[in-house]
């Protein structure tokens, strides 16, 4: 037996799975990308890619993980001797830290809202929401203090390891964020006019269903489910051999499925209700959602239990990109926990602050036309994602026998079958697809 932590139980696994996948990318990108895209046709869409080419890889890297039961780096080079797939592991550290860089600017801004929210500041003064996000964001002072005290909170939940740390603030965090989104969907619904946002969400219009759609869909899927930057092969090497991998991974998706329509049910019928569009794009949660809920009863109460909830879900997201940094320099054998999470916390609080400025005053800093955040933003989730999730499909399909992936995968002989077929050509052909949009688009 590894003498390697491990989580206490399997619920804690797959909250902490789970969590890391329910983030940003299901409460705040999977709403305005839903809105932008026609609603219901990119939902359909979206838990088709989920299920058919998410998921297996999902469970990829659960397989990879679990069997390896170490960082990413040294479970590639154990599994897979004087070869070069561990440059995976090394990409993932790559990626993760500097989506974490820019993740962390983002949680900056929630915990602003959240101050604003408790001093009843975003209700009842007549609030240009829009000026206020442009406010807050152009704020040198205020965005890199927010964003040191959300990699602080990070730090110190990693710092604590897994049982302690992440299976406990993961347990807590999970269950209060389905509590919070159901009591808001409950006031969302019942708004009048509330039936024209959910129509939008369940009644198909066709006319969305064409190539365009079914990429950006995919792509969806795969940063929701956070395939492809190794966090999921570093959870699940925390994962005892005894653990059933597919289930684990079919109730991960599950609950990102889930949580990512829970999210629509919030935003889409308040915004129809009170006659907004649900195209206003990224700024929907910080611009649109505040104005929607300031103009019902207990407005102010609703929009501060939204950010919390928002700010759970980022930093269940954000521990997991951490914690794949934090295991590779545990693994190096050069560092403690402590002394890695501090280390690592501080390098990408660093690398982040150019991402916390780029909206003030580094505003006219560009790179290929895009400011610092939104090219992070752009080669971690459209180049270095792909390719990750590319390779470890590949890893899966090919590296392991059938011998080994049938031991792995503890399922029925058909499920095996079809899995296999979708890791080693369906899922490749998908990801290279988007790869070579995102180069060329």
Same mark, same amino acid.
């Not at 408790?118 to 996000?133: H, K, R």
């Not at 369906?426 to 290279?432: K, M, T």
């Given at each position: 037996m590894?003498?390697? !932590?491990?989580f206490a139980s399997k619920i804690g696994f797959i909250f902490a799975a789970a969590g890391s996948a329910i983030g940003l990318g299901a409460i705040w990108k999977f709403p305005y990308m839903a809105g932008t895209n026609g609603g219901s046709v990119f939902i359909f869409l979206f838990i088709l890619c989920t299920v058919f080419i998410g998921l297996p890889i999902l469970i990829a890297e659960f397989m990879i993980g679990r069997r390896g039961q170490k !960082?990413?780096?040294?479970s590639f080079k154990e599994q897979a001797p004087g070869?070069?797939?561990f440059m995976i592991g090394w990409l993932g550290q790559a990626a993760t830290g500097l989506i974490l860089s820019f993740y962390s600017v983002v949680g900056g801004w929630i915990l602003s809202y959240i101050i604003r929210a +408790?001093?009843?500041?975003?209700?009842?003064? @007549?609030? !240009?929401?829009?000026?206020?996000?442009t406010d807050i964001i $152009?704020?040198?002072?205020?965005?890199?203090?927010?964003? $040191?005290?959300?990699?602080?909170?990070?730090?110190? /939940?990693?710092? %604590? @390891?897994?049982?302690?740390?992440?299976?406990v603030a993961s347990k807590w965090m999970m269950p209060l964020l389905f509590i919070f989104f159901i009591l808001l969907f409950i006031r969302s619904v019942t708004l009048d006019g509330a039936i024209e946002g959910i129509k939008f969400m369940f009644v198909p219009d066709w006319s969305y269903l064409n190539a365009e759609t079914f990429l950006l869909a995919l792509g969806q899927a795969f940063f929701s489910l956070?395939? @492809?930057?190794? %966090?999921?092969?570093? *959870? %699940?090497?925390y994962l005892s051999q005894k653990e059933k991998i597919v289930s684990s991974a079919v109730n991960v998706a599950i609950m990102n499925i889930f949580i990512s329509i829970l999210a629509g049910l919030v935003i889409f019928p308040a915004v129809f209700a009170l006659g907004y569009s649900p195209e206003q794009g990224p700024g929907l949660v910080f611009i649109m959602l505040p104005a929607v809920f300031e103009q019902v009863p207990f407005g @102010?109460?609703? /929009?501060?239990?939204?950010?919390?909830?928002?700010?759970? &879900?980022?930093? +269940?997201s954000s521990i997991a990109l951490l914690e794949v940094v934090v295991s590779i320099g545990i693994g190096e054998k050069t560092n403690t926990r402590k002394r890695a999470t501090w280390i690592y916390s501080t390098l990408i609080f660093m690398i982040g602050i150019p991402s916390a400025l780029s909206f003030g005053v580094m505003s006219d800093f560009t790179i290929m036309e895009k400011s610092f955040f939104d090219f992070i933003d752009y080669i971690t989730n459209s180049i270095m994602m792909p390719i990750g999730a590319l390779l470890i499909s590949l890893f899966a399909g090919f590296h392991y026998t059938k011998k080994i992936s049938k031991e792995e995968f503890q399922s029925s002989p058909l499920l095996?079958?079809?899995?296999? +077929?979708?890791?080693? *050509?369906? %899922?490749?052909? &998908? /990801? $290279?697809?988007?790869?070579i949009r995102s180069i060329f688009a």
């Open positions: 590894s003498s390697r !932590d491990q !960082d990413p780096i040294n070869k070069p797939w +408790t001093s009843m500041s975003l209700t009842g003064n @007549g609030v !240009d929401f829009e000026a206020l996000f $152009a704020n040198p002072v205020e965005v890199l203090i927010a964003q $040191a005290t959300f990699m602080l909170i990070t730090l110190i /939940i990693v710092q %604590a @390891g897994i049982k302690r740390g992440i299976e956070s395939v @492809g930057v190794s %966090a999921m092969i570093t *959870y %699940a090497s @102010g109460f609703f /929009i501060l239990i939204f950010f919390i909830l928002l700010l759970f &879900a980022t930093i +269940t095996f079958k079809i899995w296999l +077929t979708i890791v080693r *050509y369906i %899922a490749p052909i &998908a /990801i $290279a697809v988007i790869l």
